[in-house]
């Protein structure tokens, strides 16, 4: 069985606001990439994201980017002692205009190796997601950090 998962949230502002929040570097460093974002998410660029929670920046390769529909993006998966070692897995946040005004937003990552360590890195990328989609509403709907000091 692949490891493979898609979180969900609405988010009560337009489509193109919820957008820019994740294509953003400054946007996204507001609330979700603690250490900070950079570079902009365009189709074909390679940009990095820092957390103080992991430490040291990511590669991030950016496959595609539709404006206010779709982004497409590869990164590292965890080692996370796997002993076939390093991989990407291929993340596809999807941005759907709901009702006057909201936003849905899809977040589906897929690739993780068939075995104890895919496991657990697709499980933890879940709640890092999971966590990403509470902080962007948050942070979009009423200006508070909500990773601020959560880590560090």
Known sequence: MA???TVSG???RPV???????????????YFTTGGAQGR?????T?????HDFPGAFPVHVVEVVPDQRIVLRWEAPEDGDP?????TIVTMRFEAIEAGRTLVQIHEAGWRENEAG?????????GWTGMLCA????IEHGINLRDGFYK
């Not at 193109?16 to 507001?30: R, T």
């Open 10 to 12: 609405r988010i009560s």
């Open 16 to 30: 193109h606001e919820v957008f820019e929040a994740v294509a953003d570097p400054a946007k996204l460093s507001g």
């Open 119 to 127: 496991q657990k890195a697709s499980y933890s990328n879940c709640e």
């Open 41 to 45: 998410l365009e189709t074909g660029a």
């Open 3 to 5: 490891y493979e998962f």
């Open 136 to 139: 962007m509403r948050v942070w």
């Open 84 to 88: 076939a070692g390093t991989y990407e």
């Open 47 to 51: 940009v990095t994201w820092d957390f």
